[in-house]
């Protein structure tokens, strides 16, 4: 099992780009931490994740052991039974949201901070 090509709005990819060159990891790391991160999230954040043009995440990304981790976690979360198409709108919902608070948190650190430390 592994996710399916989603698609993520023009500012969650600049967003994204950010984020990469902030914490010097790989885009495939960074998306799963910000899925990770988007999940975690306890308030409501709202964001217009219809901008375009959309760039592309592509299959098979999230795979195997990880989907099923995330995929019970977002069925935790919403506290309800999910099917597969429902998943992926969910991933795509909290990865833009992840992203967006990774760069929030990103920017709002002080200069002696790790930037790493601080998306923790």
Not at 51 to 68: H, N, Q
Not at 69 to 90: A, G, P, R, V
Not at 112 to 119: A, K
């Amino acid at each position: 099992m592994s996710n399916k090509k989603m698609n993520l709005s023009y500012e969650g990819k600049q967003l994204l780009e950010n984020t990469i060159d902030s914490l010097d990891l790989e885009r495939a790391t960074v998306i799963k931490i910000a899925l990770a991160k988007g999940i975690s999230a306890k308030d409501a954040f709202e964001f217009d994740s219809t901008s375009t043009p959309k760039w592309t995440i592509p299959d098979g990304l999230i795979k195997d052991t990880e989907y099923l981790m995330f995929k019970h976690l977002i069925i935790e979360k919403e506290k309800e039974t999910l099917d597969d198409l429902e998943i992926q709108n969910y991933f795509l919902k909290y990865i833009e949201k992840g992203i967006r608070i990774l760069n929030m948190n990103i920017n709002n650190k002080n200069s002696l901070e790790d930037t790493r430390f601080v998306i923790i």
